[in-house]
């Protein structure tokens, strides 16, 4: 049978008293059996389909592919997309300074990171980190020409002293919690503010006068939480004296000793050029020679001061040594202070 044959007869016989009414197992083999006589298949009643495992395992792929795995890939992608698209986002603040629109979400990344620190010590080393980039941005602010530069430096500025204020708090707190812990941490938190120290005087020549007083601030934040780590470092050599704390403090000395003998060097050699200057005038200011008597005295009388130092920490006696070249520090950044006053009044006297 064609078919159109086929069609043909299934149109004539849609009415048929076998299509309709009782469809009981009897009445459907009675039906079927008679649709086969007349297209010429064979007649059969029917039987109960059973299925193999193969078409179980069929089935279930099915089901897994179409309707749990494709949902799936579905919501996958777009979760991908999204945390790409936040990543990307992240990155690309990065290199942000205070005032841009991805600046925020710097910081907020930074703050998760403090979040899901668990110890102190991570905490301290992150903040140390961010302290960092507050000067990388203060360095790349003070290196454009951007509006508001100002309100920028103070802003990135003001981060600074937070991120070095945390780092104190930190350090603090892993001293009294675990004091062996603290004095690696110590060291290397006076590490960064020793690079800390250095960029900021990279930036402050470029800084306008009214941001000077910020920077002056940043500069003794940094100065402060080095004392502080030194401290803890002295403190834990003094109760468990180790090899890696001594060394510490051998370079921390020396660097400090250098520090100072090339600051006393350099405020000599500007002390005899502003002799010079004034030798050439008729007339003086009189006050000119009494400041420049003051500065050399604190520049100069340091001779006896060093050397007590020098032997206070040959001997062991590494807080005491410290504490000598700090009244030294004091002295000389006095001496300089009355030396820039003095090339600025005769600068703007001439």
């Given at each position: 049978m064609t078919t159109r044959e086929l069609e043909k007869f299934l149109r004539s016989h849609k009415n048929a008293p076998e299509f309709g009414g009782d469809y009981s197992d009897e009445r459907m083999d009675l039906v079927w059996n008679k649709i086969s006589a007349k297209i010429g298949m064979e007649s059969s009643e029917r039987r109960p389909v059973s299925l193999t495992a193969k078409d179980y395992v069929d089935y279930f792929s099915w089901q897994m592919?179409?309707?749990?795995?494709?949902?799936?890939s579905v919501g996958f992608s777009a979760v991908m997309l999204i945390f790409g698209s936040w990543v990307a986002t992240v990155n690309a603040s990065f290199d942000s300074v205070p005032g841009?629109?991805?600046?925020?979400?710097?910081?907020?990344t930074e703050h998760a990171q403090i979040t899901l620190s668990t110890s102190g010590e991570q905490?301290?080393?992150?903040?140390?980190?961010?302290?960092g980039r507050r000067l990388d941005e203060l360095n790349a602010i003070t290196s454009s020409n951007a509006d508001g530069m100002d309100e920028k430096v103070k802003a990135a500025v003001d981060g600074f002293k937070l991120e070095i204020a945390s780092v104190n708090d930190e350090l603090m707190n892993v001293q009294n919690s675990d004091p062996g812990q603290a004095a690696a941490l110590a060291i290397v938190v006076g590490?960064?503010?020793d690079e800390f120290q250095a960029t900021i005087a990279q930036s402050e020549p470029q800084v306008s006068d009214a941001n000077k007083g910020d920077v002056a601030g940043a500069v003794a934040a940094a100065q402060d939480s080095g004392a502080q780590a030194l401290n803890t470092i002295v403190t834990s050599n003094e109760t468990n004296e180790q090899p890696v704390t001594t060394e510490s403090l051998q370079k921390s000395f020396q660097a400090k000793l250098k520090?100072?003998?090339?600051?006393?060097?350099?405020?000599?050699g500007r002390l005899a050029v502003i002799d010079g200057v004034l030798a050439k005038r008729t007339t003086?200011?009189?006050?000119?020679a009494d400041r420049i008597k003051d500065a050399k005295s604190d520049a100069n009388a340091h001779e006896d001061e060093i050397q007590k130092a020098m032997e206070a920490f040959a001997s062991g006696g590494f807080r005491k040594s410290f504490d000598l070249l700090a009244e030294i520090d004091t002295d000389v950044t006095h001496s300089e202070d009355i030396i820039t006053e003095l090339e600025i009044d005769i600068t703007t006297g001439a």
């Open positions: 592919s179409n309707v749990w795995l494709k949902p799936l841009d629109v991805l600046y925020p979400v710097k910081l907020a905490r301290a080393k992150l903040h140390a980190e961010f302290a590490q960064k503010t520090d100072l003998n090339t600051r006393i060097a350099l405020s000599i003086v200011d009189p006050t000119f």
